[in-house]
């Protein structure tokens, strides 16, 4: 599907490891951003999403199968941390959205330190990832997927924190936005 009807481009594959645990770091702007990241990536990639889409019959057992777990959104929810490091200790990777959520256009405006707290307690490299175009796929009020072209940057592993120290993680947030963000602005 990426390649046939969205005309994709994987940029920095190479820079994915195939194994151990690995934190995610992306930019969000469509709902299709978690199956394609994860195509990309090629590895089974666990993804936090909101819990109000846990309440959705088919969609919840779909996102569930990709390993998805629920968020909810506003506060430190406690049992999504657990999971998300649950996952990340058994070597997969996770995969979380810098903002917390979409963006109109894709950018990184306003990021959250979360993801890189996960990365300090795991001990786990991040890999900054760009998704460029998806916005366009979902136009309101449109009933099916549009094919409009996406490109995907992988970028190169970042260390993991080393600490939980807060101006650490705000400064590697800080980096990981900009990286995603200069990545994105490439374009196609």
């Given at each position: 599907?990426?390649?046939?009807?969205?005309?994709?481009?994987?940029?920095?594959?190479?820079n994915?490891?195939?194994?151990?645990?690995?934190?995610?770091?992306?930019?969000?702007?469509?709902?299709?951003?978690?199956?394609?990241?994860?195509?990309?990536?090629?590895?089974?990639?666990?993804?936090m999403?909101?819990?109000?889409?846990?309440?959705?019959?088919?969609?919840?057992?779909?996102?569930?199968?990709?390993?998805?777990?629920?968020?909810?959104?506003g506060?430190?929810?406690?049992?999504?941390?657990?999971s998300a490091?649950?996952?990340?200790?058994?070597?997969?990777?996770?995969?979380?959205?810098?903002?917390?959520?979409?963006?109109?256009?894709?950018?990184?405006?306003?990021?959250?330190?979360?993801?890189?707290l996960?990365?300090?307690?795991?001990?786990?490299?991040?890999l900054?990832?760009?998704?460029?175009?998806?916005?366009?796929?979902?136009?309101?009020?449109?009933?099916?997927?549009r094919?409009?072209?996406?490109?995907?940057?992988?970028?190169?592993?970042?260390?993991?924190?080393?600490?939980s120290?807060?101006?650490?993680?705000?400064?590697?947030?800080?980096?990981?936005?900009?990286?995603?963000n200069?990545m994105h602005?490439?374009?196609?």
């Amino acid at each position: 599907m990426l390649h046939a009807y969205f005309r994709g481009h994987i940029y920095g594959a190479e820079n994915v490891p195939q194994s151990g645990p690995l934190l995610v770091v992306s930019n969000h702007a469509s709902y299709f951003d978690p199956p394609i990241v994860s195509n990309c990536v090629r590895r089974p990639v666990a993804y936090m999403a909101k819990e109000e889409l846990f309440n959705i019959p088919i969609l919840a057992q779909a996102i569930k199968l990709y390993g998805a777990y629920p968020v909810s959104r506003g506060n430190a929810d406690r049992n999504a941390i657990r999971s998300a490091l649950e996952y990340l200790d058994k070597g997969w990777a996770v995969g979380v959205f810098l903002q917390g959520t979409r963006t109109p256009d894709g950018r990184i405006t306003d990021p959250k330190r979360g993801a890189l707290l996960l990365a300090a307690k795991a001990k786990a490299p991040i890999l900054p990832v760009s998704v460029w175009g998806t916005e366009g796929i979902l136009q309101k009020g449109a009933s099916r997927p549009r094919a409009v072209p996406i490109t995907v940057r992988i970028g190169n592993l970042i260390d993991a924190p080393s600490s939980s120290n807060k101006k650490e993680l705000e400064n590697l947030t800080q980096k990981c936005t900009t990286v995603i963000n200069e990545m994105h602005d490439l374009g196609r």
